[in-house]
C-alpha cells in the first residue's frame, strides 16, 4: 500500500547543531507535503510545506527539500535549539477536487542536547 | 489568538457511554477534518466535512460519527467508547480548492475506564 514514513524514530542533536529528519513517501503522484511539528499533548504545528513542482523551499531557519526521483523529503533545522525538541512528521496529500487528504509518517523525535 | 478549538482538552469516559467532543474554529474554513491519534503514532483520518458534505474514510469504524451543523463547528459523536478508543482525538480545519495547509486544534486527550 502506499505509505509515508520516516527513516529514523529519534534523533539526537547538540544545541546549535543542524538537524536533518528524513521522510520516505511511496506516492508518486502526491503533489504537496507539509511537516509538522508536534510537542507533547499538543496538536500538530504547521512548519513548512513544499508542492510537487518545487524542490527546495526555505522558511525562517528551516529548509524542505523534495527528490521526486528517489520520493525523499527532508526538513533541515539551523541552529536546532532546546525548543525545537518535539516529534516531527512529514504528511502527503492523498486527497483531489477541493479538500485534502493528508497521509502522516510515524513520526521523527528530535532531542536537542543543551 | 485560537483558532481552532476544542472541548473539552480532557475527557473520561465509561466504557460503552457515549462521549461527544466538540471543535470549533474562527478561519472560516470550508473544510474540517477529525483524526485519531493513539499513543506514540501518527494522526490517522477518521473523516471530513466539505461544508456540509461529509466524507468517511473506508476503515473508520462505524461506532465514529460526526454532526457539522455550521461552518464553525463540528462535534465527533463516539456512540459505545472501547477501550480501544482511548486516544488523542485532533481537529483541523483547511481552505477548500487546495491542496492547502491544515490547522491543528489542540486536541482531547479521551480516556475510557
Known amino acids: 500500500g502506499e505509505s509515508v514514513g520516516l527513516h529514523l524514530p529519534t534523533l539526537s542533536v547538540q544545541e546549535g547543531d543542524n538537524s536533518i529528519i528524513n521522510c520516505a513517501y511511496s506516492?508518486?503522484?502526491?503533489?504537496?507535503f507539509i511537516w509538522y511539528k508536534q510537542e507533547s499533548g499538543k496538536g500538530p504545528q504547521f512548519i513548512i510545506d513544499?508542492?510537487?513542482?518545487?524542490d527546495k523551499r526555505q522558511g525562517q531557519r528551516v529548509t524542505v527539500l523534495l527528490n521526486k526521483t528517489v520520493k525523499h523529503l527532508s526538513l533541515q533545522i539551523a541552529a536546532t535549539q532546546p525548543g525545537d525538541s518535539a516529534v516531527y512528521f512529514c504528511?502527503?496529500?492523498?486527497?483531489?477536487?477541493?479538500?485534502?487528504?493528508?497521509?502522516f509518517g510515524q513520526g521523527t523525535t528530535l532531542q536537542v542536547k543543551p | 489568538d485560537a483558532m481552532v478549538i476544542q472541548n473539552p482538552r480532557y475527557q473520561v469516559t465509561q466504557f460503552g457511554k457515549p462521549v461527544t467532543l466538540s471543535c470549533s474554529q474562527t478561519l472560516n474554513h470550508n473544510v474540517m477534518y477529525w483524526y485519531q491519534q493513539k499513543s506514540s503514532q501518527a494522526p490517522k483520518l477518521l473523516f471530513h466535512y466539505y461544508d456540509k458534505d461529509f466524507n468517511n474514510e473506508a476503515d473508520t469504524p462505524d461506532n465514529f460519527q460526526s454532526r457539522r451543523p455550521n461552518t464553525s463547528f463540528c462535534f465527533l459523536d463516539i456512540r459505545s467508547p472501547g477501550l480501544g478508543d482511548a486516544a488523542m482525538y485532533l481537529c483541523?480545519?483547511?481552505?477548500?480548492?487546495?491542496?492547502?495547509?491544515?490547522?491543528f486544534g489542540p486536541g482531547t486527550r479521551l480516556t475510557v475506564t
Open positions: 513544499i508542492r510537487s513542482n518545487m
Open positions: 506516492n508518486s503522484a502526491s503533489d504537496y
Open positions: 504528511a502527503e496529500n492523498q486527497g483531489s477536487g477541493n479538500t485534502g487528504k493528508l497521509i
Open positions: 483541523a480545519t483547511s481552505r477548500a480548492g487546495g491542496p492547502y495547509e491544515q490547522y
